[in-house]
């Protein structure tokens, strides 16, 4: 229950089209989702996070849709770019104490030119 | 970015040896982690703390421990390193806002 599945696990794309990263989760008392991006040899780093009272949150070419019934939410990337290549891992957090964040796999994605 | 520092950023070690890592934050954040990384499993958390001498154990805590005697400095020990403990390290630090953590660079540690 506390897991949060994350696919694909990998991605290839073309310059300019869209990426799509999924993630499900079980445990209802999530209510906090964030999205974090890994450049090769750096630290992850928050890129967009969103509430389940709000379906879908965009910002720039990066959008997170949510289905709060379906226990899913999704990260978007429009108009992929090459600098958009990196590995993305989806989150779930459960409030409470600080130790509640909960990681996905990770996704790497690969936007070719 | 952050400042956050870990070292060292590589090292070698053999099994049975005694290893700390070291994570230090100019950002006088409350709040700091220790995660490990591995293909295949993502992000996981082995240790957090919460203030100085303020920690709890996460999901993979097993053969780890952490000491915080400064807010400044987190240290990850493990007592007698194992091959299985072979993995890329993070220190990441938090104000306390949900879901916002900033993350150190890394410290790979291979245990032959």
């Keep these: 229950q506390q897991q949060v599945k994350q696919s694909p696990q990998s991605l290839i794309v073309q310059k300019g089209g869209i990426s799509i990263i999924n993630c499900a989760y079980e445990n209802t008392a999530f209510d906090y989702f964030p999205w974090y991006q890994q450049f090769p040899g750096k630290g992850p780093a928050l890129l967009i996070a969103i509430r389940p009272d709000v379906s879908e949150k965009k910002e720039g070419r990066f959008t997170i849709s949510f289905n709060k019934s379906a226990k899913q939410f999704s990260l978007h990337i429009m108009d992929s770019q090459p600098g958009d290549s990196a590995t993305y891992f989806c989150a779930a957090d459960y409030g409470g104490s600080q130790g509640n964040l909960i990681f996905g796999k990770g996704t790497k994605l690969s936007v070719k030119p | 970015d952050a400042g956050i520092t870990q070292s060292p950023r590589h090292k070698v070690t053999e099994t049975g040896t005694p290893v700390t890592l070291r994570c230090h934050q100019t950002e006088n954040h409350r709040y700091m982690y220790w995660y490990r990384q591995d293909p295949g499993h993502g992000l996981r958390l082995i240790h957090y703390s919460y203030g100085v001498k303020d920690t709890d154990k996460g999901e993979v805590s097993d053969g780890y421990s952490v000491s915080r005697s400064k807010t400044e400095d987190f240290l990850l020990t493990l007592e007698s390193a194992t091959s299985s403990q072979t993995s890329v390290y ?23």
């Excluded at chain 2, 306390?96 to 291979?110: A, D, M, V, W, Y």
Aim: hydrophobic share 40%; charged share 15%.
């Design chain 2, 90 to 112: 993070f220190c990441a630090i938090s104000s306390g806002t949900r879901g916002e953590l900033f993350f150190g660079e890394g410290s790979r540690l291979t245990v032959l």
